[in-house]
T-cell receptor
């Protein structure tokens, strides 16, 4: 399967701990997006990359959040000093090309639970 | 600011019945419009999209949607629902020249009665 993969699928952590999630996009997709989805809500945009460059960050992405995409391949999303409000599903998506209507392919997500 | 409203949080239909899920958007120009489906434990899957041309678009799994500019709507329809269609459905809008990020509605959960 050559779809978008995310690791881990589930993460339980204690408040104050740091966590890191990984996303492997579809190869040759130059755009990579991170979204956050809380229970009963639609996904909310966090940030996106074009190749290795991070081009936009949402106001939702506080200073405790950082994302990277070294070499324009996989991406990581790190949350420092986690809070209970960070509990959510973190979704990664990738897309080919610059056209705004190109389909974004989503991974299965990483479900974070902060105790 | 762009926004998407899905007025129905939860809909129940009988298997074989027709389905319409509502979506209204707010955007200053013609947006790109998408419908995604999310099943438990699965990622979002694209059902269909509209970006130009014919306002009635066909998608996968027998779904279609109609873009109505005058009503700022992009409702999803299916003539005959199958039990496997039970899932969460999300309408999303993407804006020209904004990097392709999507703004999602809050979703409509579809239940199918036998």
């Amino acid at each position: 399967d050559t779809g978008v993969s995310q690791d881990p699928r589930h993460k339980i952590t204690k408040r104050g701990q740091n966590v890191t999630f990984r996303c492997d996009p579809i190869s040759e997709h130059n755009r990579l997006y991170w979204y956050r989805q809380t229970l009963g809500q639609g996904p909310e945009f966090l940030t996106y990359f074009q190749n290795e460059a991070q081009l936009e960050k949402s106001r939702l992405l506080s200073d405790r959040f950082s994302a990277e995409r070294p070499k324009g391949s996989f991406s990581t999303l790190e949350i420092q000093r986690t809070e209970q409000g960070d509990s959510a599903m973190y979704l990664c998506a990738s897309r080919l090309g610059l056209a705004g209507h190109n389909e974004q392919f989503f991974g299965p997500g990483t479900r974070l639970t902060v105790l | 600011a762009q926004s998407v409203t899905q007025p129905d949080i939860h809909i129940t239909v009988s298997e074989g019945a027709s389905l319409e899920l509502r979506c209204n958007y707010s955007y200053g120009a013609t947006p790109y419009l998408f419908w995604y489906v999310q099943s438990p434990g699965q990622g979002l899957q694209l059902l269909l999209k509209y970006f130009s041309g014919d306002t009635l678009v066909q998608g996968i799994k027998g779904f279609e949607a109609e873009f109505k500019r005058s009503q700022s709507s992009f409702n999803l329809r299916k003539p005959s629902v199958h039990w496997s269609d039970a899932a969460e459905y999300f309408c999303a809008v993407g804006a020209y020249n904004q990097g392709g990020k999507l703004i999602f509605g809050q979703g409509t959960e579809l239940s199918v009665k036998p």
